[in-house]
């Protein structure tokens, strides 16, 4: 069974440009969800998509971070325009329920803006 | 505020010894616990979970402890391995078998596994 894919795994950009990644979650998996984890910090949630409807977006700092799931497949999550602290790595994940918790992670895409 | 808890960043353990990561917990309300193993440039690995209503879950080499009267819980491995080397997260969630299923995340440990 594939894992969850993500593109492109390193990013470097200046600060106020813009950027998109990539999530291909694992096959049949509902939910789908993208983690920032700066440097030295766990994983902390943005988004989470249930088929492609938004279930939770509460911590998605919206006035420059956006994600869309077209389609209940793949999903992109968008930074316009990037600050410094956007640095960090940014993880897709998915699981088959809401449910059960038990979320699979992508390898993750670095991004350091300069 | 911090809800989940890893208050020591590293960990040194000779190979054969067993390690044991902890990790505490100050939100009521999560009922489901879990352990990922995360390598440089690689996403976090599934490892380990354990729900509210045990207080013990093992998968061969590795146990997870429960004590939620004290809102603690832990991770045994046994024997510990070089390949074991990698930085632990412990997570958990509200919610299980419901409607959230929202992960939290300790800042994690780094393991170290000396031959």
């Known amino acids: 069974e594939a894992g969850v894919a993500q593109s492109p795994r390193y990013k470097i950009i200046e600060k106020r440009q813009s950027v998109a990644f990539w999530c291909n979650p694992i096959?049949?998996?509902?939910?789908l969800y993208w983690y920032q984890q700066i440097l030295g910090q766990g994983p902390k949630l943005l988004i989470q998509?249930?088929?492609?409807?938004?279930?939770?977006d509460s911590q998605l700092p919206k006035d420059r971070f956006s994600a869309e799931r077209l389609k209940g497949v793949d999903s992109t999550l968008k930074i316009q325009p990037a600050k410094l602290e956007d640095s960090a790595v940014y993880l897709c994940?998915?699981?088959?329920?809401?449910?059960?918790?038990?979320?699979?992670f992508g390898p993750g895409t670095r991004l350091t803006v300069l | 505020d911090q809800q989940v808890k890893q208050n020591s960043p590293s960990l040194s353990v000779q190979e054969g010894r067993i390690s044991i990561l902890n990790c505490d917990y100050t939100n009521s309300m999560f009922d489901y616990f879990l352990w990922y193993k995360k390598y440089p440039a690689e996403g976090p690995t599934f490892l380990i979970s354990?729900?509210?209503?045990?207080d013990k879950n093992e998968d061969g080499r590795f146990t997870v402890f429960l004590n939620k009267s004290a809102k603690h819980l832990s991770l045994h491995i046994v024997p510990s391995q070089p390949g074991d080397s990698a930085v632990y997260f412990c997570a958990a969630s509200a919610g299980y078998g419901g409607s959230q299923g929202n992960l939290i995340f300790g800042k994690g440990t780094k393991l170290s596994v000396k031959p």
């Open positions: 096959s049949g998996h509902a939910t």
């Open positions: 994940a998915s699981s088959s329920t809401r449910a059960t918790g038990t979320q699979y």
């Open positions: 998509f249930q088929n492609n409807g938004v279930v939770d």
């Open positions: 354990i729900s509210s209503i045990k």
